[in-house]
């Protein structure tokens, strides 16, 4: 009997969870209410915004009471808000510009735990289900850096070092407040009407704390993203698991069938995306950079939304200043 209630139990979740119309509801509820109850909801969970800040601040507190300064120049690039604000394009774009860098992220998503060298220069060690997506997307974007996932980043550093970076660059590192580094917040273009942290709204960390960031940048100000699809066919049906997916309208071609968002690092099953062409009569999946990786095994027509991004040089000039006198 317990068996089948716990058979039932994860069926029930997978349906909430990978449910299109409850993830836009999250998104629309955290960034920009609309309805009566999502400007409500946030007053309610205040008392257990107050407890989570508490321990944020406690954490964060703790870290900066022990920070630890490495003879290697660490760079961090994150964002105060959850998620979907352009990080790690912009991450990807800027290693691009130096030589013996390291990507250290910690691999939401993935289907493995402890530290998994992903990459290293060029050469795959795993795949998309142990590294996570992110880190498989820096992987085959950066075939001249190494990357690393772990949840001790300090470990990873470590590593890192020992197998010839010269540079770190810290995917999502801003709460690690213990490790001395260059921090990069990416603020969203536009930012929450609700900004309230987290249950009450999108701030993992209060917004006063953009003070102690090294770097604000902004899309649209400090770096501008070009999309371009590749592979398009008549009927393109799309499918992301991205956080924000809204984010993606501005992009979108006007051939789309129909559009189906999954959890954000939701790893996919070919059948089921096998599924969905033949329900929405599609002749491709319409899909992001990061969802292709976990799917570049399946035999399924893709287009993809390829996307560039352009950081402007009084950006790279501060960050160059930084590395300057690290070295």
């Not at 629309?28 to 800040?53: D, G, M, R, V």
């Not at 929405?280 to 899909?287: G, R």
């Amino acid at each position: 009997m317990s068996i089948i209630f716990v058979i039932r139990l994860k069926r029930l979740l997978k349906i909430v969870f990978n449910n299109s119309k409850l993830v836009i509801w999250v998104e629309e509820y955290l960034f920009h209410p609309k309805t009566l109850f999502q400007k409500i909801l946030p007053y309610i969970l205040l008392p257990l915004s107050a407890l989570y800040c508490c321990v944020v601040k406690w954490k964060r507190y703790r870290g900066e009471k022990k920070k630890i300064t490495l003879k290697i120049p660490i760079i961090s690039i994150g964002n105060l808000t959850i998620g979907g604000n352009g990080k790690t394009p912009f991450c990807i774009t800027l290693a691009k510009e130096y030589e013996e860098v390291a990507i250290i992220l910690r691999g939401y998503g993935r289907g493995s735990h402890g530290m998994v060298l992903v990459s290293q220069k060029g050469l795959m060690m795993c795949d998309a289900r142990a590294s996570g997506d992110e880190a498989m997307l820096y992987a085959k974007s950066l075939p001249n850096a190494t990357v690393i996932v772990s949840e001790d980043r300090l470990e990873a550093i470590y590593y890192a070092k020992k197998l010839g970076a010269k540079i770190i660059f810290l995917d999502d590192g801003f709460s690690k407040s213990f490790i001395q580094k260059f921090d990069i917040l990416v603020k969203p273009n536009p930012e929450p009407k609700n900004s309230f942290c987290l249950p009450s709204g999108p701030y993992r960390e209060q917004r006063s704390l953009y003070a102690k960031a090294n770097l604000i940048v902004t899309e649209g100000t400090d770096f501008t993203r070009h999309v371009e699809v590749l592979n398009p066919t008549s009927r393109m049906l799309l499918v992301t698991a991205i956080s924000k997916p809204s984010r993606l309208e501005p992009y979108l071609p006007q051939n789309i069938i129909g559009k189906v968002t999954f959890r954000d690092h939701y790893m996919y099953q070919e059948k089921e995306l096998l599924d969905l062409l033949h329900e929405h009569q599609a002749t491709s999946i319409l899909t992001t950079q990061k969802d292709a990786v976990k799917m570049a095994t399946f035999d399924i027509p893709l287009s993809i939304l390829m996307l560039e991004v352009h950081i402007t040089d009084d950006v790279k000039s501060k960050i160059n200043a930084f590395l300057a006198l690290k070295r």
